[in-house]
């Protein structure tokens, strides 16, 4: 198959799409934003402390346990602080905050993230999201840091939320995480809030634990992609999978194919990890559908049955979706048949 015609087929119907949707959000949702169910939601509070200045103020043992002892939170969950091992992490964390190189690095986080103000708005709008579909959920106190990737992008608990922004800093920054190019386009500041929010989606998405099938996989994923795009209802489609706009439009005029593929090659209830990985893990693309098809596809396809299955079912709140464990179940009462 060509592999241009994968990528720009469609055109006309795209740019026809477009004009109706721009017709439409009219008398809808602002341009390029999905129906907002939650727009009116309550302002939950939020508590944003960034610990990156006094972290860089550690000169000696003493400051790094006056550090952690002030952040026990911190302490505990991310730096994963024991009292068999309190001395190395002090040693630690004193060889961190005197690195010339990370204190560069912590400048250039800082520049990529100049309003704070922006930040905590931004997770405020968020969490308001989610408290209004999951009324017991709490808000956890934020804290920011630099941590020269050697510990976790996200953390997120009950009780702790850390967004290590040097990982976000982007393109322009010094040194960037240890990660192949195709998987550093989602680490930029655009990026930060929609992998946040499929972290914040494991709490609510449920999965039979004995469900291991390439469609259990893809659902899974497609769940906790779809609960990203109503946590931010105009953020487009391209940054919640981190793909180019190319890549997109490849998708969306192909989808028939590509599902067509997953069929052909009686790839739903395959259970082999290596061909899960293929199709639903990372990777620069999936040459066995198209050398122009990208990674994690099936996280994709996921998405458009999920999506499928709640026009299907309107009624259905977001809540009783994420609790659905069944894959079957949700394909089938989709009725998802892209056309081929």
């Not at 180019?244 to 997953?262: D, K, P, Q, S, Y």
């Not at 098809?293 to 259905?316: D, M, N, S, T």
């Amino acid at each position: 198959m060509n592999t241009n015609n994968f990528a720009w087929r469609c055109w006309l119907p795209l740019f026809l799409g477009i004009a109706l949707s721009l017709t439409a959000c009219k008398k809808g949702p602002a341009a390029g934003c999905r129906v907002d169910a939650a727009e009116d939601a309550a302002a939950v509070p939020v508590h944003v402390k960034h610990l990156e200045p006094v972290f860089f103020r550690i000169k000696t043992p003493a400051d790094a346990q006056q550090f952690m002892d002030a952040n026990p939170a911190f302490a505990r969950f991310y730096l994963q602080r024991q009292p068999a091992t309190e001395k190395d992490l002090q040693s630690s964390l004193v060889h961190l905050a005197t690195n010339d190189a990370l204190q560069q690095l912590g400048r250039e986080t800082t520049a990529a993230f100049p309003d704070t103000a922006a930040l905590t708005h931004e997770l405020g709008e968020m969490f308001r999201r989610v408290h209004y579909y999951f009324p017991d959920f709490q808000a956890p106190p934020a804290v920011t840091y630099v941590s020269g990737f050697l510990a976790k992008d996200i953390f997120v608990n009950d009780k702790l939320l850390v967004l290590s922004l040097d990982w976000f800093a982007g393109p322009k920054a010094s040194k960037r995480p240890d990660l192949p190019q195709y998987m550093l386009r989602r680490y930029t500041p655009a990026g930060l809030l929609p992998l946040l929010t499929q972290n914040v989606s494991t709490k609510y998405n449920r999965h039979e634990l004995t469900a291991n099938t390439m469609l259990d996989a893809m659902v899974h994923e497609g769940k906790a992609l779809y609960f990203a795009s109503q946590m931010l209802p105009c953020t487009p489609d391209s940054l919640l999978l981190g793909y180019t706009t190319r890549e997109m439009i490849g998708l969306e005029a192909n989808e028939g194919r590509v599902w067509g593929h997953f069929l052909e090659h009686n790839l739903l209830y395959s259970t082999t990890p290596f061909l899960l990985q293929k199709y639903v893990g990372e990777r620069p693309n999936v040459p066995e559908i198209d050398k122009t098809c990208p990674g994690r596809v099936g996280q994709w396809v996921g998405l458009q049955i999920v999506r499928k299955y709640v026009a299907e079912h309107p009624g259905i709140s977001l809540g009783r979706l994420m609790a659905e464990k069944n894959a079957q179940r949700i394909l089938n009462d989709s009725h998802y048949r892209p056309k081929r």
